[in-house]
């Protein structure tokens, strides 16, 4: 147990924010006697991975946080078609992925370069390039941080939806995430349906890609496209691409006929969130030391000096600009701790 220790590196929007009590949690035991001590009374506590989708408000917390860095992998044959890869949630996200395409297992060489740990992948279902955790998902194992039992959640149990699962709503502070298993194929057919990713790879000049193509095409693209956060402070995509009704879209196609949007299932269209925040003139926009990022308007920066509530107002500005130019509500897709 650490006190007062700074978590500036262990949040990617480098805020120096001091924690009272810090836990490294190497194994399961090292909750279990956290858990028997004094200090479990303290009222708050907080499960922290790599810290890449988190903006903490102020520069203390008061109590204790559980810094996860459980590691192992571990790859059993599940039928013909799949393996089943065992990640301990402290095991950091990109890592991993690539240890599983250079083994040739395929189903998240699209979500290669997503920062953060294992553990927080299931949180909000982390997504890139047509690609879900969901879709690859088996079960997790979660501490109970109220009886302090294991529980193992199902897929169906974890109410997977866009950027969102049980844990970061209903659930959300009540569980530590300590496993998660996958179903990877063991014969995969590489997925690069997406424009950027075609372009990419003919650039790179491949024209029969693998899934170490396309996981080496994403590569470039987001180290070309996002802010490296060891940079500039960032937490990704700040707010989530909203979701309306098939109507409320033909309404703002009729004023706004260059509006973004990506028709779903039912009668629903995703709206590009950057697009609206472009054009209610964000991009590129500096106040300070915070700022919306020149080429990717879902990005807000801390170009060093900006506090956790600087970084919010500027955020709930954006908000607001959205809501009165479209009628749009932007949902924060980052934690706000
Ligand atoms: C440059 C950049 C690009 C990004 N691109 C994408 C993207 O393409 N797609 C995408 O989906 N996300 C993206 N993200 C967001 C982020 O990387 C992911 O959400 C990632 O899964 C967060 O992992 P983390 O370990 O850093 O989580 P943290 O930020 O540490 O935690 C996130 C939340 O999960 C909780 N949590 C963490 N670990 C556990 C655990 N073991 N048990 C229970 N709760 C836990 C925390 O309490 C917190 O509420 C991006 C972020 C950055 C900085």
């Not at 402070?233 to 979701?243: D, E, H, L, Y």
Request: proline residues 3%; neutral net charge; aromatic residues 10%.
């Amino acid at each position: 147990m650490r006190r007062n220790f700074t978590l500036k590196t262990f949040n990617t929007f480098g805020l120096d924010v001091m924690a009272a009590y810090v836990v490294t949690v190497n194994d399961l035991s090292d909750i279990e006697r956290l858990r028997k001590s004094g200090y479990w009374q303290l009222d708050k506590k907080m499960i922290l991975g790599g810290g890449s989708n988190c903006l903490f408000l102020d520069d203390y917390y008061e109590g204790i946080v559980l810094l996860m860095n459980n590691k192992g992998v571990s790859i059993q044959d599940y039928d013909a078609d799949f393996v089943k890869v065992s990640v301990a949630a402290g095991e950091d996200w990109t890592p991993f992925v690539q240890r599983m395409v250079a083994a040739g297992y395929g189903g998240i060489e699209n979500l290669t370069l997503i920062p953060g740990k294992v553990g927080a992948s299931p949180m909000q279902n982390i997504g890139a390039y047509g690609v879900e955790i969901k879709d690859v998902f088996l079960r997790l194992q979660a501490f109970d941080l109220e009886n302090g039992k294991l529980v193992d959640f199902e897929a169906a149990d974890c109410e997977f939806g866009y950027r969102s699962s049980v844990f970061k709503t209903t659930l959300k502070g009540k569980f530590v995430i300590l496993s998660v298993d996958f179903l990877l194929h063991k014969h995969p057919q590489a997925n690069f349906q997406y424009g950027s990713i075609r372009e990419e790879l003919s650039r790179l000049g491949v024209s029969q890609p693998e899934i170490v193509d396309v996981s080496v095409a994403i590569t470039n693209i987001r180290r070309s496209k996002l802010p490296d956060p060891l940079q500039l402070g960032n937490a990704g995509s700040f707010f989530k691409n909203p979701v309306v009704h098939r109507l409320v879209f033909d309404d703002l196609k009729r004023e706004f006929p260059d509006i973004v949007g990506y028709p779903e299932k039912t009668n629903t269209v995703k709206l590009a969130a950057a697009w609206l925040i472009e054009k209610a003139g964000w991009k590129g926009r500096r106040v300070g030391d915070v700022g919306v990022h020149k080429n990717q308007a879902l990005v807000i920066v801390n170009y060093g000096g900006a506090t956790g509530r600087d970084i919010f107002s500027f955020a709930m500005e954006i908000q607001q600009s959205v809501r009165e130019t479209f009628g749009i509500h932007l949902e924060p897709e980052v934690n706000i701790i």
